[in-house]
């Protein structure tokens, strides 16, 4: 018998499928990660795919963008630049280069788009457009909905799915745009004005799927901002995912996580409405038997009580008679009263007569109305007597009076009263006021001894 020969050595991998394993491991290991580093050999071939290296102080790492995704970013990163990229970590296994798939890059830091949000965010607050107090109320059961949306992108489909389960009588106006890319800003604030003008919606939902930064960023133009906080119809901001965030959200008068959260909001649930109204329906039932069975029970009592009307009426009638009758002998008596106070009356008038009060009344009031009068001419000629005296007194010490016997008030050009020689010098001018006007002076000489200057002819 022939011996065969058995290899005992472990098998052995190809390099593709070592290559393939390493590249499966990696991409379940890495779903999607953040890469900060130095741009270097950057490269376009006419493929339109871009190609380069990340590198940091120790280490660098191939990365490559393909032309669908590169084409959504508005700068193209150059040499030497220090950027943030989010992609798939792989292995490019013809070559087994370990490698990054980019989806998105950004400037590294704040990252540009994301330092224009911050800026454009607190421009309009500080304006005042995310106030709670300006937003106005949604509707939660509109009799027309408006959309500003692509019509043909998932946000209208998810929008009108949810109406038709929802409420599906309610009438939908798509006022259709753009919602990505450079001419998005414009077609979507002319979407809204022409919402506005049309005249119809209740309410406006305003919003796209969800999306990367740059996909969203119509959304984050201060245009589209401020046609939203303009318009007068109720919006609804509806971008993204939920965890997507943009201007619009912040102006609008309210913000849906997803465009299918913003059509529930605005839609009544039929579902809940049928049972409202169904209950409605038995509670209006029972309480209507119940009134009914109220009502008839009324009824029967009332019939049992009810009486003959003939004989209702003859009992009234006597009960009449007996009235009048009462009524007769109650005035005649009220007369009989009223006839003897009469009488009484005016004969107590005739013993208090006020004539002979009023004649005495009046000669008192004569005498005292002639003493009255001697008493003011008398304190008349006391106060009469009492205002001489006392002018005479006022006379005597008036400043008039002084002024009339020769004397004069002087005074400087301020106004000050002179009463000291050495007060003024020669040269100023000074005014004496006199009994009748004011004389003009100027001064000479000024003697401080109490003489008088002697006369020098001048």
């Known amino acids: 018998m022939n011996d065969v020969f058995q290899d005992t050595r472990p098998r052995a991998l190809s390099v593709s499928e070592l290559n393939h394993q390493a590249r499966h491991l990696l991409e379940s290991s890495f779903m999607q990660v953040w890469v900060e580093g130095e741009l270097s050999g950057f490269s376009r071939p006419s493929s339109g795919h871009w190609y ?6 120790k280490c660098q790492i191939r990365c490559a963008m ?51 949000f911050e800026e454009l965010k607190r421009k309009l607050q500080t304006e ?14 509109p009799a027309h909905i408006g959309v500003v949306t692509s019509p043909t992108g998932a946000a209208i489909h998810d929008i009108l799915t949810v109406l038709a389960r929802r409420c599906p009588a309610i009438p939908v106006t798509l006022y259709p745009t753009t919602v990505q890319g450079q001419p998005a800003t414009a077609e979507i604030v002319k979407a809204i004005e022409l919402a506005q003008a049309h005249g119809v919606a209740d309410v406006l939902i305003i919003g796209r799927g969800g999306g990367s930064l740059e996909d969203l960023w119509c959304f984050n133009e201060e245009a589209v901002a401020r046609a939203i906080a303009a318009c007068p119809i109720p919006t609804v901001s509806a971008v993204g995912h939920e965890t997507d965030v943009t201007i619009a959200d912040f ?3 309210l913000r849906a996580p997803t465009p299918s959260a913003a059509a529930e909001k605005v839609s009544p649930d039929q579902r809940d409405m049928l049972r409202q109204i169904n209950d409605r329906e038995f509670r209006l039932a029972n309480a209507a038997r119940r009134a009914l069975q109220r009502l008839n029970t009324k009824l029967e009592h009332l019939a049992a009580r009810l009486r003959d009307p003939r004989r209702e009426l003859l009992e009234k009638a006597q009960r009449l008679d007996e009235l009048e009758l009462r009524l007769g002998k109650a005035m005649e008596q009220r007369l009989d009263r009223s006839q003897v106070r009469s009488t009484h009356l005016a004969q107590r ?8 009060q009023l004649t005495n009344s009046r000669e ?6 002639s003493q009255l009068n001697k008493a003011v001419q008398r304190i008349l000629v006391k106060l009469q007597d009492r205002l001489e ?35 003024v010098t020669a ?8 009994a009748n006007g004011t004389v003009t002076a100027e001064v000479k000489s000024v003697n401080p001894e109490n003489s008088w200057p002697q006369n020098s002819g001048d």
């Open 52 to 57: 380069f290296s990340l590198k940091d102080h």
């Open 427 to 434: 040269g100023d001018r000074i005014f004496a006021h006199l």
């Open 364 to 369: 008192a009031l004569e005498r005292s109305s």
């Open 251 to 253: 102006v609008a008068d």
């Open 66 to 116: 393909f032309r669908g995704l590169n084409q959504r970013i508005r700068t193209i990163p150059k040499e030497g630049d220090q950027i943030r990229i989010r992609g798939k970590v792989t292995l490019y296994e013809n070559r087994g280069d370990f490698q990054i798939i980019a989806e998105h890059i950004e400037p590294a830091g704040l990252g540009a788009l994301q330092q224009a």
């Open 128 to 141: 005042g457009l995310f106030e709670v107090g300006r937003k106005k109320p949604v509707p939660t059961m």
């Open 389 to 423: 005296h006392t002018a005479g007194s006022l006379n005597v010490v008036s400043p008039l009076a002084t002024l009339g016997r020769g004397y004069a008030i002087v005074r400087d050009e301020h106004g000050n009263i002179i009463r000291n020689a050495p007060d």
């Open 349 to 356: 008038l005739a013993m208090q007569s006020p004539r002979k």
